[in-house]
């Protein structure tokens, strides 16, 4: 089998377990409050993360940027209770299509951020991109749920977060990155959760570490796999979630997609793999290679 192979089936099984970690948010949200499961799910992930803790010790957090951690961690925190909440009004496969639209909001976040340039195809694709939404959510042809409303907010901040990851990276390593990201994440969402506390059933907890470990299993099956290929192969690979989130709300939820998420989506899937080919040109050696891998 080879590498690209090899690549692609990995991003393909992370695309797989983060449809059942979708799943899972989807069953808890019927019943816990959304804030509520978003604040135990990253508790257990950061019981998930206890062995690298342990074995990295205090120099994982030696950093020179500990409050733009802290800002990461907030705005990525109010990011994840939108999307508990998109999750547990919208059916799976259009959450899984919405959620698509954070690479068109990294690139904006590029642009006024990290000063980088918009040239005209990152205009083109951002353009495309927000036509995919359109598509997905047909504003005028019937009211746009606060399931979708709060997935469009949510996916700024997600892409927020991600541009802070691409000016924190420079200077601290993944491992500080995802440490502060989820201890700061769990501190934000601490207070809201508290505020709506329920006592949650022993079943609750069970899947709310379901969560946790599908969630964390898939982020490191996607490294594996961008390890071996490059993101612009990957990024068509996301339709695949589309499929899945699709057989499960069918089969488990009773939902049935609508063709215009189908088209909204490969739309925006256009749109993102646009994008990431534009991101790795820009990243290729001097040397003149056609083709690679940013450096880590």
Not at 2 to 17: N, Y
Not at 65 to 90: E, N, P
Not at 114 to 123: A, M, S
Not at 155 to 174: E, G, I
Request: aromatic residues 10%.
């Amino acid at each position: 089998m080879s590498l690209k192979t090899r690549g692609l089936l990995w991003v393909a099984l992370a695309g797989l377990l983060f449809v059942v970690f979708i799943a899972l948010v989807r069953y808890i949200g019927n019943e816990l409050h959304p804030i509520q499961a978003a604040f135990l799910r990253y508790l257990f992930g950061l019981l998930v993360l206890l062995p690298l803790f342990l074995r990295s010790g205090m120099g994982l957090f030696r950093s020179r940027h500990i409050r733009l951690h802290g800002f990461r961690g907030c705005i990525h925190a109010f990011g994840v209770m939108l999307w508990f909440y998109a999750v547990s009004q919208l059916p799976i496969a259009e959450v899984t299509a919405l959620s698509l639209i954070t690479p068109i909001f990294v690139v904006v976040g590029a642009v006024l951020f990290l000063r980088e340039r918009l040239t005209r195809p990152r205009l083109v694709a951002v353009i495309l991109g927000l036509v995919g939404v359109l598509v997905i959510l047909r504003p005028g042809a019937e009211i746009i749920q606060r399931g979708a409303i709060a997935m469009l907010f949510a996916a700024p901040m997600f892409a927020t977060s991600k541009v802070l990851t691409k000016f924190l990276v420079r200077d601290d390593s993944s491992g500080t990155l995802v440490a502060y990201l989820s201890i700061f994440a769990t501190l934000t969402m601490l207070i809201p959760a508290w505020w709506v506390w329920q006592s949650p059933s022993s079943s609750d907890l069970m899947f709310l570490a379901g969560t946790a470990i599908f969630a964390t299993t898939s982020h490191l099956c996607m490294a594996r796999g961008l390890a071996l290929v490059d993101i612009t192969v990957t990024q068509p690979i996301d339709l695949l979630q589309l499929v899945w989130s699709s057989l499960i709300g069918l089969m488990f939820f009773g939902e049935k997609l609508e063709m215009w998420v189908w088209v909204g989506a490969g739309i925006v899937v256009i749109s993102a793999t646009y994008i990431a080919r534009l991101e790795s040109r820009q990243v290729l050696p001097k040397e003149g290679k056609t083709a690679g891998r940013p450096k880590r």
